[in-house]
């Protein structure tokens, strides 16, 4: 098994996606942030009018039916207002980090997002579930933290990253981190660096969070590839024994530390 792999066997291709914008007295403009924010994806965005619902709420359908739905100002506020500055710079730490129910629940969904200046917010879905796995290893405070940044350097030179990846390091967590580059800036950090330089960990993004063995708790993993540092090919999936399955493998292919 490889990432590649973990990739195709997590997308749930055989079924089709949706979101409704529901009821909405948006501007035109916001509604259509939404929709450019999955244009060249295959979940599909219309906006309806449905005498029996809320209104301004967001519906996610699979196969027609509903899944999750959030408040359109939860899913703007999260992902359509912001850029990600505001995770590299610390402005929302992940103690703030409330990812909505449509959002999540898209697990399953194969992505291919470019960031810039390829593209503008296909990247923003990938980055705040990664922040959503964060927050829920910090929440739990033990099991396993696997993160892969393609260069450790990314870690400190972002010191909103670093603030987070240092707070994870002081709670129970099993905490790894994936890169090339020179591991001493995490010397005073219990954290284990793996810096295998191949191409899996040069071209690799993925958040991976396994709970103990002996808890109920809700695992995720999120696994994406590139070819260019441009485009990403990714998905996640909201499940304990597939991330368990993902930790595995990176400690039996790149665990030495």
């Known amino acids: 098994m490889t990432l590649r792999e973990f990739i195709d066997e ?63 100002s939860d ?19 992940l103690s703030e980090v409330e990812t909505p129910e449509v959002v999540r629940n ?3 969904t194969r992505f291919r997002v470019r960031g810039y200046p390829a593209g503008t917010k296909g990247k923003l879905l990938l980055i705040e579930i990664s922040r959503y796995i964060e927050a829920m290893a910090l929440q739990h405070g033990a099991g396993e933290l696997h993160t892969g940044f393609q260069r450790l350097s990314r870690i400190t030179d972002e010191r909103g990253t670093a603030r987070a990846y240092e707070q994870l390091s002081q709670t129970d967590l ?16 219990s954290v284990a660096v793996h810096n295998d330089d191949v191409p899996e ?3 690799g993004w993925f958040v991976v969070f396994a709970p103990p063995p002996d808890s109920e708790a809700e695992g995720a993993a999120l696994v ?7 485009e990403w090919d990714g998905v996640w999936v909201l499940d304990a024994d ?16």
């Not at 949706?18 to 007295?25: G, T």
């Not at 994406?224 to 441009?230: K, L, N, P, S």
């Open 10 to 72: 997590f997308a749930d291709d055989g079924h089709t996606a949706s979101l409704s914008i529901v009821n909405s007295d948006q501007p035109p403009m916001v509604a259509q942030m939404l929709e450019s924010l999955f244009d060249e994806q295959s979940v599909s965005v219309s906006e309806v009018s449905r005498v029996l619902s809320d209104s301004n709420v967001v519906q996610l359908r699979r196969d027609g039916s509903v899944v999750a739905e959030s408040a359109f």
């Open 75 to 93: 899913v703007r506020d999260s992902i359509l207002a912001v850029n990600s500055d505001i995770y590299i710079t610390g402005t929302r730490p």
């Open 106 to 108: 898209l697990e399953g």
């Open 174 to 189: 099993d905490l790894h981190v994936y890169g090339i580059g020179d591991p001493r800036p995490f010397d005073t950090w």
């Open 201 to 203: 960990i040069r071209n």
């Open 224 to 230: 994406a590839i590139t070819e260019d540092d441009e």
């Open 242 to 257: 597939a991330a368990r399955q993902v930790a595995s493998y990176l400690c039996d292919e790149h665990g030495a530390a």
